[in-house]
């Protein structure tokens, strides 16, 4: 309790985000139809919000800290990949997009803890930031797509068309990442 309370206003959203995984992973597994899907939809989106609101705070009140740096990418990584996995088992995205997704983002983690380790911070790119706004709406489609008040077929080919945007700029910006850190592979 004592750490919460010494915790800045962006780590704790950030921390929600985290605590809300496993409820979103829990109401995509044991509960099935459109009013699952409200609620699984429901839960991230709330939990892909704070990813934008906890980096607002952060910037706008000079709040960065060392666990912001970790711990927003990695919850927002942990987040994504438990939707697309769920999605993976609702047979809503084929399991090859995933796997292409989660091959860069374990290449740029490793990238960046290399970075760290010589001293050098990989800020976020735009395009990483277009790739996680694309994969965060996509996300939210497919898992929203089968409530009876949408327009299902266009709800859920927008979920697939974003999903392909994003793995595109997931490529493009793991490109500008490892362009960016050349100079750190000078001893291969």
């Known amino acids: 309790m004592q750490y919460w309370q010494k915790m800045n206003l962006a780590n704790k959203v950030t921390l929600l985000r985290f ?13 099935h139809g459109w009013v699952a899907d ?19 705070i ?16 990695l919850v927002d990584k942990i987040l994504v990949t438990a ?11 084929s399991a090859w997009v995933v796997i292409l997704i989660l091959a860069r983002e374990f290449a740029i983690t490793g990238l960046r ?11 976020a790119s ?18 929203l797509y089968t409530l009876p008040c949408l327009p299902n077929t266009f709800i859920f080919a927008l979920g697939q068309i974003l999903l392909y945007a994003a793995l595109v700029l997931t490529y493009l910006s793991g490109w500008e990442y490892l362009k960016s850190c050349r100079s750190m592979f000078t001893d291969l």
Do not use: Y
Request: aromatic fraction near 10%.
């Open 19 to 31: 605590l809300l995984v496993p409820v979103f992973i829990l109401i995509v597994t044991l509960f």
């Open 38 to 56: 409200l609620l699984a939809g429901l839960v991230f989106i709330v939990a892909a919000c704070t990813d934008f609101i906890d980096g607002h």
């Open 113 to 123: 803890t290399v970075a760290v380790s010589e001293g050098v911070v990989i800020a």
């Open 58 to 73: 952060a910037r706008s009140r000079n709040l960065i800290t060392t666990f912001g740096k970790f711990m927003d990418p």
């Open 126 to 143: 735009w395009l990483g930031k277009w790739k996680t706004a694309c994969q965060m709406v996509a996300l939210a489609l497919l898992l």
């Open 83 to 93: 939707a697309m996995v769920a999605l993976v088992a609702m047979e809503r995205i």
